[in-house]
């Protein structure tokens, strides 16, 4: 199986892809549509030469202000490829859905790849939950340690930055684990002294009927970074923590600990492009999907 793949746009998300493909044997060739120089890959330097390579799969990972012209462009000059797309699929979202239908797409919320995420999909599927809370803090000029971070895509407006689009994460695997939900109250502005004209937290609160109380937290200010998932129903309690890959549950008064120390987060990239590339798509967050995670953001941007 040798495949021939593209990445349009080549910071931080796109290098990661290609070092990561270039590992991968079902890859034999990779190509790489950036303005940026001393590229170790083959490069294209005009947008049109992508109908002469015909890549097999084609990742997106340009500012997220920039998806929907290339998505275009793939969709009209391409067929029967796989895209993947960053996170988030937009820098906004359309009330009125965008069709493409030439070619497969997909959004890149890699964290669905987590095995914490796939152990708490798993083992609450068949529970009621009182309820969920999802807390992610970090520091965003300890983000790149290559661009100063008030320069970076996270930090302005008109790249599609701040914490709800960055960190939208959450919201994905929250709504893939639980289910749709409904936003019941939301906040999502910029609080601190970092130097960006974008918001720089969100908080939600809200409910379905699998879980009465679904609170997520956000930021990119707080110098105490945290990853983790508290979780609360009958008989069962879970403390899950992203940065050491460790899960504390007490099921039935028994406490137990599972770690999952083999693993990085570049292993979830790895998984998710073993679905592309197969084309065996179990885990991946659909198009579709991705555009309801671009509704959620639209509602607390609304609400708050």
């Known amino acids: 199986m040798n495949k021939i793949a593209l990445i349009i746009g080549y910071g931080s998300a796109g290098q990661r892809h ?49 998806h ?46 987590h095995p914490i995420i796939k152990f708490l999909k798993a083992k609450l599927k068949k529970r009621k ?13 300890n983000w790149r340690k290559n661009i100063q971070y008030h320069k970076s895509a996270s930090a302005l407006k008109k790249y599609g930055g701040g914490a709800l689009l960055e960190l939208s994460h959450e919201i994905d695997f929250t709504n893939w684990i639980l289910g749709d939900f409904k936003i019941l109250f939301s906040i999502n502005k910029k609080i601190s002294n970092l130097k960006i004209n974008t918001d720089d937290q969100y908080e939600i609160f809200g409910g379905n009927k699998k879980c009465k109380l679904i609170n997520i937290s956000t930021n990119f200010y707080s110098k105490i970074k945290k990853r983790e998932i508290y979780v609360d129903c009958k008989n069962l309690s879970i403390s899950a923590n992203f940065l050491n890959n460790k899960v504390n549950l007490i099921e039935n008064n028994k406490a137990k600990t599972i770690y999952f120390n083999n693993f990085t987060m570049n292993n979830s990239f790895q ?23 671009m509704n959620y953001i639209n509602q607390v941007k609304k609400n708050s």
């Open 271 to 293: 998984d998710e492009h073993e679905e592309i590339i197969t084309k065996k798509f179990n885990n991946i967050c659909t198009y579709k999907q991705g555009n309801e995670i």
């Open 68 to 113: 929907l012209s290339y998505i275009k462009f793939l969709d009209r000059n391409l067929k029967n490829k796989v895209i993947l797309i960053e996170k988030p699929l937009f820098d906004k979202f359309y009330s009125k859905e965008k069709k493409f239908i030439n070619n497969k797409y997909y959004v890149g919320y890699n964290l669905r790849f």
């Open 129 to 141: 939950l009182w309820s969920f809370k999802v807390v992610s803090n970090s520091f965003l000029p």
């Open 18 to 66: 290609a070092r990561l493909l270039k590992k991968n044997k079902k890859i034999s060739k990779i190509y790489i549509f950036s303005s940026s120089v001393n590229i170790p890959f083959n490069k294209i330097n005009k947008l049109y030469d992508i109908k002469k390579i015909n890549p097999d799969i084609v990742i997106i990972s340009t500012y997220s202000s920039k």
